[in-house]
């Protein structure tokens, strides 16, 4: 019989909810409706308001239910698959952009933290791309050097380095962001609500949008209730099926975390990693660890799952659950006393280039999207979000430029399933040859000690 492993049905970021907001139970006009109450559509819906619009924000379930409720919680500059695939399907020019556009998102971010004083325990102590294993050494300089030349502020950290710094040995080198950092993402997404409705916007919970019809105006309806607006804003990333459009642009993949019991005082004494840099690690899909300012570790990732049809994959998932959790005993071995709390998950919203969909559609190009961040939203999403609202104002945004291309479609199923399924697998047996080449490293402790 399998194991039964302690489950959050959404996440343990913010153990308690505020009072709902209303449902929509009537017909309403706004300037702009908004469907989705996560980073995106909070940030648009602020940023509108500054300006003085008249803004409704229409959410499913409550603001900070999707993944802006549930990730990992690393502020990162990190854009596309990495910057060295950037490079090569997108040539110099446009890659700079890009990394320009991931920083500005990162500094938007911090901003709004400061503008809104969001109390979401944000650290600004960089994340580290760690390397686990002597082969990621030669590859992880590289990169850092593309990085450089792209104009990303990043660095080579070097064994010693690392060592210094106190970051666990598990990881060797790394490749060190040194924007951004770590935060609570439920402390953030609930204070961006607050603020939102400080603001005056008008937000409608348990509320979900079965349709978006175009038009001058347009009109969203929900089930006990219409509004109806000049421009609309589709902020639900890996949901948006559930509206029906962009069906091909972008679709959900499933991502399971933990969180440890707190670690005590002893153990976060011996654990050193007193900077508490976000740590993600050099796999293919990746492993990320964050020490949180309340004392515990959260991480996972590295499993990811795709549901035929482009369904949101189940969120109980104990073969997932195995190896993160086994992820994380091989890497931290000197906290095997410490026990695992509880597990979770989200969907990601997921382009095939790894890079956010924006734009407009609908005859009167009056239906905006800012979609599929593909797990990299915490700053992406925010920065997006003004960037919507000054396109919905006449304006272009000066990292409008950097998004703009021909987004590629997801092929149609049962290709798409079968395309998911051989991507990941063909990922998973790298990075399952890595960790396989690791342990054999801890296995030989001269060579270990040499490395
Ligand atoms: C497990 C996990 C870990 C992650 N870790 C990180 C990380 O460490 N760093 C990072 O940068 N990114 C991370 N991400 C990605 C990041 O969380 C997202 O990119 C970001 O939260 C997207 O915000 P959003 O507002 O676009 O979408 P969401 O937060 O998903 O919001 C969409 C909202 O739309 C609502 N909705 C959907 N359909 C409807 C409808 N029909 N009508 C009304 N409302 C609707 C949903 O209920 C939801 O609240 C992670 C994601 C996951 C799942």
Not at 334 to 359: K, N
Not at 395 to 424: D, F, Y
Request: charged share 25%.
């Amino acid at each position: 019989m399998s194991r039964a492993y302690p489950f959050e049905e959404f996440s343990p970021w913010t153990p308690t909810r505020p009072e709902p907001e209303p449902a929509l139970c009537d017909d309403l006009r706004a300037d702009v409706v908004i469907v989705g109450g996560g980073y995106t559509g909070l940030s648009t819906a602020l940023s509108l308001r500054s300006e003085g619009a008249d803004v409704i924000v229409l959410e499913r379930d409550f603001a900070g239910f999707g993944a802006s409720g549930r990730n990992a919680g690393h502020l990162t500059p990190t854009i596309g698959k990495d910057l060295p695939t950037l490079l090569r399907f997108f040539g110099a020019e446009r890659a700079s952009a890009l990394v320009r556009f991931a920083d500005a998102a990162v500094e938007c971010t911090e901003e709004v933290i400061e503008k809104h004083q969001i109390d979401c325990g944000y650290a600004r102590c960089g994340n580290v791309l760690a390397g686990l294993h002597p082969k990621h050494e030669a590859p992880l300089k590289r990169a850092a050097d593309t990085a450089r030349r792209l104009g990303a502020r990043v660095r080579y950290v070097s064994g010693p380095e690392m060592r210094e710094r106190g970051i666990p040995p598990a990881f060797r080198c790394g490749v060190l962001e040194e924007c951004g950092g770590t935060l609570n993402p439920g402390q953030y997404v609930r204070g961006l609500r607050a603020a939102a409705l400080r603001a005056g916007v008008r937000l409608f919970e348990g509320t979900a949008v079965a349709a978006l019809e175009d038009g001058a105006p347009v009109v969203a309806r929900a089930e006990a209730g219409t509004v109806t607006a000049d421009s609309a804003v589709l902020a639900t990333n890996a949901y948006t099926d559930s509206v029906g459009r962009l069906r091909r642009r972008v679709t959900p993949l499933r991502v399971s975390l933990f969180e440890t019991a707190p670690l005590g005082e002893e153990s976060l004494a011996s654990l050193g990693w007193q900077g508490r840099e976000g740590i993600y690690t050099a796999h293919e899909a990746l492993e990320s660890y964050q020490l949180t300012a309340r004392g515990t570790i959260v991480g996972g990732s590295k499993v990811v799952r795709y549901a035929f049809g482009s369904g949101l994959a189940p969120g109980y998932d104990p073969a997932a659950f195995e190896v993160i959790g086994g992820a994380f005993r091989e890497r931290f071995p000197g906290l095997s006393d410490v026990e695992i709390a509880c597990y979770w998950g989200g969907w990601i919203g997921m382009t095939l280039d790894f890079l956010p969909a924006f734009g407009s559609e609908g005859a009167h190009r009056n239906i905006h999207h800012g979609v599929g961040f593909c797990g990299h939203g915490v700053a992406q999403a925010t920065l997006v979000g003004q960037m919507l609202a000054q396109r919905i104002q006449g304006r272009e945004h000066p990292c409008e430029a950097a998004l703009r291309r021909r987004v590629l479609a997801w092929p149609p199923e049962p290709l798409r399933w079968g395309a998911a399924k051989l991507i990941m697998g063909a990922l998973d047996l790298l990075d399952a040859r890595t960790d396989r080449q690791i342990r054999g490293l801890s296995r030989e402790p001269s060579r270990s000690a040499a490395a």
